[in-house]
Structures are given as structure tokens and as C-alpha cells.
């Protein structure tokens, strides 16, 4: 959450004039919502409204609306396609139905994650959602190695919101039309609906570990789509604090944070994402490696922390071995409102990452004991099939 | 008579002759939101104008609170370690941090009174 706005040197050339952080369509809506504006990804955007605590308590008993339009949105198709993306990531894509959606990681030649992401089929193609703050990284990437034959079409004339919470369904159910009703989604599912007379790709997902859905629609077409589900009494804006706050708790990694190019996927605990088929054939970058690291285990791995006592201890404190050296790191650290206390996510020797080993950690010269806790650290409460 | 003075880091400092307690503004504890833990220095602890003096934690940062003035901490405010939200509720009576002895009234000098701070916040 601390990344700067995307900013060039050269600040003696007189001719360069820094424009600062990028508008998002619902720059101004945010704004007359009384937002606190922070740069992000190299966009404005809302850090909080009330607070960070009440709009997070907020989320986990009612429904949260987020403004994620930073997040990069891709149409790819053409002859191919499922092929060329498999050359790319570690997912089924050949077994990704109409209207079904997975997570999946951009990896490089030695398995290191340069994204995580979500893959979704549609009828015209395959619809991906990719961080905002390397989503140009992203696009390059694949420039370079999809071959000619695919098309890469970068959907920056939508937004996406995600409406997040045990009461999202709902709300939005009252003003959303489509040929099936929207309790036709399940977790990890998606189809075309309209909200409000405007045409919108709805999905059951999200970054929160509860119900909720996640609504691209036209960015021109964005205030009205935020105004109807903000009428409606469950739905509150919430900034990027709690969507912090709350994907810790539920035990959801940030990229460029959590997630980073020297980390694979066995470090980073996501082995979920390897699937089966793709483990056995191969033919993604870094297969032999993690491979190797599934078997072996990698040499950290991603745990929960709670930490002892009241304060917080945040990204980048140094995890110490019993000499005092430093063996892992704080990636993600904060204060847990549901749990009230402070909680983080680290990576830790595999050896000790294992439930209840306290773990010391460091900051600012004085010691911390974090005790290894399973994840989720609030349990997930998705909508799932047949549940 | 007790008079209150502020700093440009958003402290405020109530001073009756040598002695004064410190705590941070109402604009501070706005700013900063939620505080979910605030560390205080124990009594005995010697503190220098300026320099870093206590920490405030909300959800999502950690804020250093500066000591506007030098001199010798005599009390922390206990009750901050079992109900930290006081900083938000109270932050100019119950939310105090601590108190301490001056060790150079003159440096009250550079600090601003009540009109001036306001006008300070108003300018930001």
C-alpha cells in the first residue's frame, strides 16, 4: 500500500512537467464522498471515507463498495489462445469453462511470480485482471511472448468495482437484470448482466474473504453504475485502508508486497494454483524448479503471525533466527479490526513455519514474538456451489 | 496559570511553570485515524526538543510524536496502553502522553499559541 506514484527523473529538464498521480473515472464521485485522496499505482485514489476501522467493520457486517478501476483489464483472444497462455502460466485455461474464472501467476524463466491475476472465460475470449501498479509490466510481457496470432486488448475504457460483503447479494440484487438471475453465480463465476441500464461482465469474487462480486462496466457509464448500488441502504464506498486491513485478515497476498518476482509460488503458499494437469505436462516457465520446491519445500514460506501484544509490526521488519540474524521478513503487517489485535503475513524458514512456533521479529531495535497462526485469520465466507 | 502552546508537528503542550504536559491535536488524531497502540516514554526519560518521543500506531501506520520542548519525563499516561482509542476520543484532555519538566522555558518561544496554530491547520 505504500507505492509511489509512477514518477520519471530528470527533474532539472525544464521541459518535463510532473502531471502527478492519473484520474480514475470516479475520481470526482470520490471526492463529493468525502474521500481522502492518496496516490496509488500511479492513480488518485480513496484511502478512506469515516475511517479505516468503521468501513472494514463495515464490509465484514454489511456491504462495501470499491473502486478498483487501477486494476488492469485484458481481452485476449484468437487461434490459439489457450495454448499460448498456458506457455505462460500454471493453470488449466483449457479447462476453463464459459463463465468460470481462476486465479492464476504470471511467472518467469525460474518460476518467479511477476503477477498474480484472474482468468476468466467469456464467450469472445479470455477476460484477465491484473494489478494495477504492473499492469503495464504485464502487457509488455505478453506483447513479447504470445505470439502474433493473439490479440491483446487492453480494456481501458472500463472500470471495475467490487461490491464486497455478507449482504452484496442483496443489494445488488435489486437492481441488477440479466438472462439468469444473480443467484445463478457461485463463487468464482461470472456472466453478463446489466445494472441500472447499463451493461456490465459480473463475477462472484473478490479481495476480502467474503461474498461479494467484482462489476466491470464502461468507465463513462461509472458514476451511475456507483450512485445506484450506493442508494442502496446495505452499501457504503470504501477506500483502498480497510481493502487493505481486510485481504490481510483473509489471507490474500498483495502483490509487489507479499508476491514479487524473486518468490515463487511454493514460497508464497499458493500451490493451489499449479494444477494438477499443468504439474504433470509442464510447459510454464519455472516448471522443473517447482517441481523440485514442491517435493523439497523452498527455502521460506509465507505464514499468518499473530503478534503478540498491541502494536503492529509492519513490512519490512527483519524475521531473526536465535543468533539474531536475519532469516525472513514482514511483508505485510497491521492491525486486525475483527480480531483486535495485530496480526501480518511473512516468510519464514519452512522449517519453522509451522502452526503455533513463535517467531522473533525486529523493528525499530526492539523485539516482537509473532506466533505462527493459520490463514485465513477470518474465516472465508464465500458463496460457494451447492453450499 | 497554565498556558497552551503548539508545535508544527501537531503536538500541544500545556505548561504551568516548569512542568507540562504533552499530547498531540485534535487535526493530528484526525489525520492519522484509528489509533490502535501508542507507546509512550516512562518517567526518567530524558527528551530532547524535536526529536522523537513517542509512537502512535493506527490500522495502517506507524507516526512518530516529536517532543516539542527538551526536558525530563516525570509521567506517562497509563491509561493510553489499555485503551488507545483515548488519543481519537480525547486527544487534548484524556488522551495525554506524558507529562515532563522543562529544561529550558525559552524554547517555548518558538512554539505557537492557540490563534497561530489555527491558522497553521487552516493553511495546509
Known sequence: MTDAPAQTDGVEDDDFIDEGPAALPLDAWHEAKGARMVPFAGYRMPIQYDGIMPEHHWVREHAGLFDVSHMGQLLLSGDGLDAAIEALVPADVKGLTIGRMRYSLLLNETGGILDDLMLSRWRDGLYMVVNGAVKYDDL???????????????????????????????????????????????????????????????????????????????????????????????????????????????????????????????????????????????????????????????????????????????????????????????????????????????????????????????????????????????????????? | MAQTFFSKDHEWIVVDGTTATVGITDYAQAQLGDIVFAEVPPAGTALEKGKEAAVVESVKAASDVYAPVTGTVTEANAALEADPALVNTSPEQDGWFFKLTLAD????????????????????
Open chain 1, 140 to 387: 509488455a510481457h505478453l506483447r513479447e511472448y504470445l505470439p502474433d496470432e493473439i490479440t491483446i486488448n487492453h480494456l481501458d475504457d472500463r472500470a471495475l468495482l467490487a461490491l464486497q460483503g455478507p449482504e452484496a447479494a442483496v443489494a445488488l440484487a435489486r437492481i441488477v437484470t440479466g438472462e439468469y438471475g444473480l443467484d445463478a453465480l457461485s463463487f468464482m463465476t461470472g456472466g453478463r448482466y446489466e445494472i441500472a441500464g447499463v451493461e456490465a461482465w459480473i463475477s462472484r469474487s473478490g479481495y476480502t474473504g467474503e461474498d461479494g462480486f467484482e462489476i466491470s462496466i464502461p468507465a463513462v457509464a461509472a458514476e451511475k453504475v456507483a450512485d445506484a448500488l450506493c442508494a442502496q441502504p446495505e452499501v457504503k464506498p470504501i477506500g483502498l485502508g480497510a481493502r487493505d486491513s481486510l485481504r490481510l485478515e483473509a489471507d490474500l497476498p498483495l502483490y509487489g508486497h507479499d508476491l514479487d518476482e524473486e518468490t515463487t509460488p511454493i514460497a508464497a503458499n499458493l500451490g493451489f494454483a499449479l494444477s494438477k494437469r499443468r504439474r504433470e505436462e509442464g510447459g510454464f516457465p519455472g516448471h522443473e524448479r517447482l517441481m523440485i520446491e514442491r517435493e523439497q519445500g523452498a527455502v521460506l514460506k509465507r505464514v499468518g503471525l499473530v503478534v503478540e501484544g498491541r502494536q503492529p509490526v509492519r513490512e519490512g521488519a527483519p524475521v531473526l533466527d536465535g543468533e539474531g540474524n536475519a532469516v525472513g521478513r514482514v511483508t505485510s503487517g497491521g492491525f486486525s479490526p475483527t480480531l483486535q489485535k495485530p496480526i501480518a503475513m511473512a516468510y519464514v524458514p519452512t522449517a519453522s513455519a509451522v502452526p503455533g512456533t513463535a517467531i522473533t521479529l525486529e523493528q525499530r531495535g526492539k523485539l516482537f514474538t509473532g506466533i505462527v497462526t493459520p490463514m485465513p485469520f477470518v474465516p472465508h465466507r464465500y458463496h460457494r456451489k451447492g453450499a
Open chain 2, 105 to 124: 522555558p525559552s524554547e517555548l518561544d518558538g512554539l505557537m499559541d492557540d490563534a497561530a496554530y489555527k491558522a497553521f491547520v487552516g493553511s495546509l
